[in-house]
Nanobody
Framework: QVHFVESGGGLVQPGESLRLSCVAS????????IGWFRQAPGKEREGVAC????????DYADSVKGRFTVSRDNVKNTAYLQMNSLNPEDTGVYYC???????????????????WGQGIQVTVRS
């Protein structure tokens, strides 16, 4: 059974950093992209970043480009999201997810993903 567990969230002040981790179990993440998404209260879930495999191609939402970095370690079956220069607009529940199909690239639409973690809260406020 596909299972993701996110960790590393919390409450930080604007300008600070967090590093999220996403550990997969029940399957091998190799050759599949991993996506990071977030959902703020009252808003739809949106794609934040994704990374493909094996070429580790990445894509980012415009709102996080230059501040967030996605990476992965297939040996540990884990993906990471390094988030720097956080601002209050980054507040939300962050999820990692597994896509429907194996592809050499990654996508940022939630509709392209089927297995999701339980989410982790990130709150940015003074």
């Amino acid at each position: 059974q596909v299972h993701f567990v996110e960790s590393g969230g919390g409450l930080v002040q604007p300008g600070e950093s967090l590093r999220l981790s996403c550990v997969a179990s029940g399957f091998d993440v190799q050759n599949y992209a991993i996506g990071w998404f977030r959902q703020a209260p009252g808003k739809e879930r949106e794609g934040v970043a994704c990374i493909s495999d094996p070429n580790h191609l990445t894509d980012y939402a415009d709102s996080v480009k230059g501040r967030f970095t996605v990476s992965r370690d297939n040996v540990k079956n884990t993906a990471y999201l390094q988030m720097n220069s956080l601002n209050p607009e980054d507040t939300g529940v962050y999820y990692c997810a597994h896509p429907h199909v194996m592809a050499p690239f990654c996508l940022l639409s939630p509709n392209d993903y089927d297995y999701w973690g339980q989410g982790i809260q990130v709150t940015v406020r003074s």
